[in-house]
C-alpha cells in the first residue's frame, strides 16, 4: 500500500480575497472618501493653468473640470453642465468664466450662470442656474481645491519647510512630462499603495539595491553609501514614531570616510502627514543638517488610479532633476524600459502596481518590519471614526493659522573623536 502524506497550506479552499473597502474607496459617502474630503487636494500646477483652454481631470471619484478665467482666477467646476449635460472640456475660457460649446450658457469660477446666450436677453431666469463648483486657493506653485462640507471647511495649511523663499529661490511645482503638466500623471493603482510605500524603509533595502542592483543615483559618491541599503542591518537601525501630523520613520547609517578613519553617524528622517501627504528629503545628494524643501501629494483619481503633485521650493535647478529623474532602472527611466528589463529590474511602479487595482488585504502576512504601514492604517481608521463622529479629522482646524512643522531631514548624530579634534582646532585657528 503506497503511504499518503497530508498536504496543508494548499491554495484549494481559500475563502475569497478582499480589500479593505473603507482604507482603499474614495468616492463621494465612503468613510475615506469622506476623510479626505476635508482636507485641501492639489488639482493643477499654478504655472500650468492658463486662459488658453479648459483642463479635464478626476479627483476622488468625480469628474471636474479646472481652468483660469481671463481675469487670472481659477476655478474647478463639475465636467457636465448644468444645462444639457456637454462636457466643458469643450468649452470656451473667456475673461469671466467658461462658456459651454452646446448652447452657450457661460459659468464663472463659483458656477453662476453669467449669461445663455441663445436666451432672450441673455437669459432672464439665469440666475436660478448654477454650475456645481469647489472651492480654490492657490499657493507653493500648486492650485488646490476643497471638496468637502462647506460649512467645515478648513484653512489652507502652511508648511515651514516651503514658507519664506529666501533670495533666488522659486517654487517647482510642474511635471516635465507630456499631457501631465498641468493636472499631473495618473498611475493606475491604489492611491494607498503608493502612500503606504512612504513609510516602508525595508523595500528601499531590497528593491532599489539587493534585487534590483542600486537605483538611487549618487550612490557611494554624492549620495547614500552603499551601507545604508544593507538589508542584513535595516530592521535594526529603523524606528517608526507618531508625529503631530502623522507618521515617520528614522533610519540610522553611517557615512563612507577615508580609510582608517570612521564617518559621522546621520539619521535619515521621513515623514507622511495625513491624509496623503510625503515629505521626501533629497535622496541623490545627501547633504545632512539642511533645511527641507519638498512636499508630495498622492491624490486618489478613484478607487484604482491616483496622481502625484508636489511642492518644491530650490535655488538649484539641478535640485528638481534628482528629485524628478533620481531614481532609474538598469540605467533607465520606469518608462524607458522593455518589458524584459521590467522583469530583471523591477521599481516601485512594478511591485506596487503588481500588487493589483487595489491590493487584497485579507492576503497580506504582515511582519514586524511593516510597523510604519501599520501605524498609519490605525491612524488613518480613526480620521475615518472621527469624521463619522461628527468630529474633525487630525490635522484639520477650521481656524489653522499656525504654520506645521515637517520632520523629514538628514541629521548628522556623531562625528569621530578625531574629526571633533580637527573641528575645534580649526575653530581655534
Not at 473640470?65 to 444645462?83: L, N, P, S, Y
Not at 554624492?222 to 515617520?248: C, L, M, N, Q, W
Not at 528629503?281 to 478607487?303: A, E, F, G, K
Not at 463622529?389 to 489653522?400: E, K, S, T
Request: charged share 25%; aromatic share 10%.
Amino acid at each position: 500500500m503506497t503511504d499518503t502524506v497530508s498536504e496543508t497550506g494548499t491554495g484549494y479552499g481559500r475563502p475569497r480575497p478582499s480589500h479593505d473597502a473603507r482604507l482603499t474607496e474614495v468616492g463621494p459617502g465612503t468613510p475615506m472618501g469622506e476623510v479626505l474630503r476635508r482636507y485641501w487636494q492639489p488639482i493643477a500646477s499654478s504655472s500650468a493653468l492658463t486662459s488658453d483652454v479648459p483642463h479635464r481631470t478626476r479627483i476622488l471619484g468625480e469628474d471636474l473640470i479646472v481652468f483660469r478665467d481671463g481675469q487670472g482666477r481659477a476655478g474647478v467646476v463639475f465636467e457636465r453642465c448644468a444645462h444639457r449635460g456637454s462636457s466643458l472640456y469643450y468649452g470656451r475660457v473667456e475673461d469671466d468664466g467658461i462658456r459651454c460649446c452646446y448652447h452657450g450658457w457661460k459659468f464663472d469660477v463659483q458656477g453662476h450662470c453669467l449669461e445663455q446666450a441663445c436666451e432672450v436677453g441673455g437669459g432672464l431666469r439665469r440666475e436660478v442656474a448654477r454650475q456645481p463648483w469647489y472651492p480654490v486657493e492657490e499657493r507653493y506653485g500648486l492650485v488646490f481645491v476643497y471638496m468637502g462640507p462647506p460649512e467645515r471647511k478648513p484653512e489652507l495649511p502652511r508648511w515651514d519647510c516651503l514658507e519664506e523663499l529666501e533670495e533666488d529661490e522659486s517654487y517647482h511645482a510642474t511635471w516635465p512630462i507630456p499631457g501631465a503638466e498641468v493636472v499631473g500623471p495618473v498611475s493606475d493603482f491604489n492611491w494607498l499603495q503608493a502612500y503606504e510605500n512612504a513609510v516602508d524603509p525595508v523595500h528601499a533595502a531590497w528593491l532599489h539595491s539587493a534585487h534590483s542592483g542600486f537605483q538611487f543615483d549618487g550612490v557611494g559618491t554624492i549620495g547614500f553609501p552603499e551601507s545604508f541599503f544593507d538589508h542584513r542591518t535595516i530592521a535594526e537601525r529603523v524606528s517608526y514614531h507618531r508625529t503631530d501630523y502623522g507618521v515617520k520613520y528614522v533610519q540610522k547609517y553611517q557615512a563612507d570616510a577615508p580609510e582608517g578613519e570612521e564617518g559621522a553617524e546621520l539619521e535619515w528622517h521621513v515623514e507622511v502627514q495625513v491624509p496623503n501627504i510625503i515629505a521626501l528629503p533629497d535622496y541623490v545628494q545627501t547633504t545632512p543638517d539642511t533645511r527641507h524643501d519638498l512636499l508630495i501629494w498622492v491624490v486618489p483619481v478613484d478607487d484604482t488610479h491616483q496622481r502625484a503633485f508636489f511642492a518644491l521650493r530650490s535655488a538649484d535647478p539641478g535640485r528638481f532633476m534628482r528629485f524628478a529623474l533620481g531614481i532609474t532602472q538598469n540605467g533607465k527611466q520606469q518608462f524607458e524600459l522593455t518589458e524584459e528589463e521590467a522583469q530583471r529590474f523591477p521599481g516601485d511602479v512594478e511591485a506596487q502596481r503588481s500588487q493589483g487595482d487595489i491590493t487584497l488585504h485579507s492576503e497580506e502576512t504582515l511582519a514586524p518590519s511593516d510597523r510604519g504601514v501599520v501605524m498609519l492604517r490605525r491612524m488613518l481608521r480613526t480620521m475615518m471614526d472621527d469624521v463619522e463622529a461628527g468630529r474633525d479629522p487630525q490635522g484639520v482646524h477650521p481656524v489653522d493659522g499656525e504654520i506645521r512643522r515637517v520632520e523629514s531631514r538628514i541629521i548628522t548624530t556623531s562625528k569621530t573623536a578625531a574629526k571633533d579634534d580637527a573641528d575645534a582646532a580649526a575653530a581655534r585657528a
